[in-house]
C-alpha cells in the first residue's frame, strides 16, 4: 500500500486479557519499529525488525510484550494478561533500510485501553 | 547510547511569526536528523530531514540547521499559520545507533491566529 496500515485503530480490552496489533509496512520497506506513545508523551522505543537478523528488543518493557514480523513484511506486536498501564497508542514505522540514515513512515497507531 | 534533549516543551506564536525549536545531542556519531510533525490523533510525519554533510537545508517556509561542533540542530518555521499547530519531535540515528532514531519529547506548537 502507499502507506502503513496499523489495525485495529482502536481497542478497549479488560485487564489480564491478551491483545494483538497489527502493522502492515510499506511494500519494500527492510526496517520496521514499533514505538508506544503515552497521553501527552514522546514515543518509547519497543522493537526493531531490520530484514532477516534478529530482532532488537531492548526497549520491551516486560515479558509480556512480544512481536514477530512474518516473511519480512506484516509484524504483530502481543500483549499479554494487559495491565491498565499498558493503556497507550502503539505506533508502528517502517524505513526504507535500517541503517539509520532514512526518515520513518509511521501509521496512525492503535490506541489501546486496559479497563 | 544517544541522547536527544529538545527545547521547548511548548510554544506558543502569532500568525505569521517565526518560530524555532532547538534540539541538542550526545553521540558525535550520529549523522541524521529528521523531523516530524504530528496532528492530533495521528502518527508523527516526516516534514525536513537533513544529513551531517549539509549544514542547512530549507524546504519553502521550513528550514533545518546543524552544527556537528555544538552537537545540535533546529527546526526554522517562518510566516506560521494556523495549520502549523501541531507536536514537533526531533530525532537522531547513525549506524551506532543499530539503525534506531533516538527522539525528543517533543514541542507543542500553538499558532494562534
Known amino acids: 500500500g502507499a502507506g502503513v496500515s496499523q489495525s485495529p485503530s482502536n481497542k478497549v480490552t479488560e485487564k489480564g486479557k491478551d491483545v494483538e496489533l497489527r502493522c502492515d509496512p510499506i511494500?519494500?520497506?527492510?526496517?520496521l519499529y514499533w514505538y508506544r506513545q503515552s497521553l501527552g508523551q514522546g514515543l518509547e522505543f519497543l522493537i526493531y525488525?531490520?530484514?532477516?537478523?534478529?530482532?532488537?528488543k531492548s526497549g520491551l518493557p516486560s515479558d509480556r510484550f512480544s512481536a514477530e514480523r512474518t516473511g519480512g513484511s506484516v509484524s504483530t506486536l502481543t500483549i499479554q494478561r494487559t495491565q491498565q498501564e499498558d493503556s497507550a497508542v502503539y505506533l508502528c514505522?517502517?524505513?526504507?533500510?535500517?541503517?539509520?540514515?532514512?526518515?520513518?513512515?509511521f501509521g496512525s497507531g492503535t490506541r489501546l485501553t486496559v479497563v | 547510547g544517544e541522547n536527544v534533549e529538545q527545547h521547548p516543551s511548548t510554544l506558543s506564536v502569532q500568525e505569521g511569526d517565526s518560530a524555532v525549536i532547538k534540539c541538542t545531542y550526545s553521540?558525535?556519531?550520529?549523522?541524521?536528523f529528521p523531523w516530524y510533525k504530528q496532528e492530533l490523533g495521528k502518527g508523527p510525519q516526516l516534514i525536513i530531514d537533513?544529513?551531517?554533510?549539509?549544514g542547512e537545508k530549507k524546504d519553502q517556509r521550513i528550514a533545518v540547521t546543524l552544527n556537528k561542533t555544538a552537537k545540535h540542530f533546529s527546526l526554522h518555521i517562518t510566516e506560521t499559520q494556523p495549520e502549523d499547530s501541531a507536536v514537533y519531535f526531533c530525532?537522531?540515528?547513525?549506524?551506532?545507533?543499530?539503525?534506531?532514531?533516538?527522539f525528543g519529547d517533543g514541542t507543542t506548537l500553538t499558532v494562534k491566529p
Open positions: 514505522a517502517s524505513s526504507l533500510e535500517g541503517t539509520g540514515l532514512y526518515g520513518y513512515t
Open positions: 511494500s519494500g520497506h527492510t526496517a
Open positions: 525488525f531490520q530484514g532477516n537478523s534478529a530482532p532488537d
Open positions: 553521540d558525535s556519531a550520529s549523522n541524521y
Open positions: 537533513i544529513r551531517s554533510n549539509v
Open positions: 530525532a537522531a540515528s547513525g549506524y551506532t545507533n543499530a539503525g534506531k532514531s533516538t
